[in-house]
């Protein structure tokens, strides 16, 4: 796409997606983001697990990343890979996949751009390819959308369904950036802005929009979120953390041990891992914002 900026090549970066793309309804606003933002070098997209709402629920996320790449008619651009179809079963023993493999040959490639791998879901790819292939530890960085609030954690959806993978990584030396539910519920929005700011912008905006709403209401009768009238983008600082880092807003802290119910335990002397106390939402949806703007007007035909 004929962008209005350029990104100079040596600030361009390599990028897988894992997202458990189905679980619920905003991840394809994480996913359209890295879709449209010009410093990413997309290698793969690779539909994560999410099974506790669902049997097949990796290939539920695999045709939801196909959906999202032919309303916007990428489907030639950007390749699907299958994750691991459930939870590794012990700490010990990867679940070997399509997406672990991607990570392991993009890791070990002799690429001067730095590779970036963002989860958000579970952690088993990552898990499962390290476990497989230890060289990778040290040839990418993992942005992780998980975790309960430090410094206690807790019950929290993607931590929760692959815990053994978190702690495989958690004691890895693989650089770790993880934006915990406290951190990552900051992502704010309301019904009434995406409606006014996503939905009038073109094929893909009304299908972000509409797959949202359409959620809100089937959930709505039954459960407690979302509340009615608003939503968390959660999963999107992903995505805007690798526009800028934030480098006054996290912290660096021992990875703890997670324990089955989510809760950390400390582990003195443990590496360190990056976890992040705040994220800019303003930064994070403006430029979610202008680039679907951009990304109408560029693929509206001019007029008569």
């Known amino acids: ?169 958690f004691r890895s030396p693989i650089p770790l950036w993880q934006v915990p539910k406290n951190v990552y519920s900051m992502i704010r929005v309301s019904l009434a802005e995406l409606a006014v700011k996503v939905r009038p912008r073109g094929e893909i905006g009304r299908y972000l929009f509409d797959q949202l709403e359409n959620f809100n209401r089937e959930r709505g009768s039954h459960s407690r979120w979302p509340k009615g009238e608003m939503w968390s983008l959660g999963d999107s600082p992903a995505v805007s953390l690798l526009l800028d880092d934030h480098m006054f807003h996290y912290e660096m802290r021992e990875a703890p041990l997670v324990l089955p119910d989510g809760r950390y335990e400390p582990q003195p002397g443990a590496r360190r891992i990056r976890v992040y106390r705040y994220v800019d939402s303003r930064f994070t949806l403006e430029d979610l914002y202008a680039k679907l703007e951009l990304f109408q007007l560029l693929n509206t035909p001019p007029s008569p």
């Not at 606003?29 to 933002?37: G, I, N, P, Q, S």
């Not at 997309?42 to 099974?51: E, N, Q, S, T």
């Not at 959906?67 to 070997?96: C, H, Q």
């Not at 730095?114 to 960085?141: H, K, M, N």
């Open 1 to 169: 796409m004929n962008w209005p900026y350029e990104v100079p090549e040596q600030k361009k970066i390599r990028l897988i997606v894992n997202s458990d793309a189905k679980n619920e309804a905003d991840d394809q606003y994480a996913l359209v983001h890295a879709l449209l933002t010009p410093r990413f070098k997309i290698r793969g997209m690779i539909g994560a697990h999410f099974g506790r709402r669902s049997a097949a629920s990796m290939e539920d996320s695999c045709a939801e990343i196909r959906t999202v790449l032919s309303i916007m008619r990428m489907e030639s651009e950007v390749e699907i890979f299958k994750g691991a179809p459930a939870a590794m079963p012990d700490e010990n023993t990867p679940v070997s996949s399509e997406g672990a493999e991607l990570i392991i040959r993009e890791a070990l490639q002799d690429d001067p751009a730095p590779l970036y791998v963002i989860f958000l879901g579970p952690i088993t790819d990552l898990a499962s390819a390290y476990l497989l292939e230890p060289r990778i530890a040290e040839r990418l960085t993992a942005v992780w959308i998980g975790g309960g609030p430090y410094p206690e954690g807790g019950e929290e959806f993607n931590l929760g369904n692959d815990i053994n993978a978190a702690n495989v990584v």
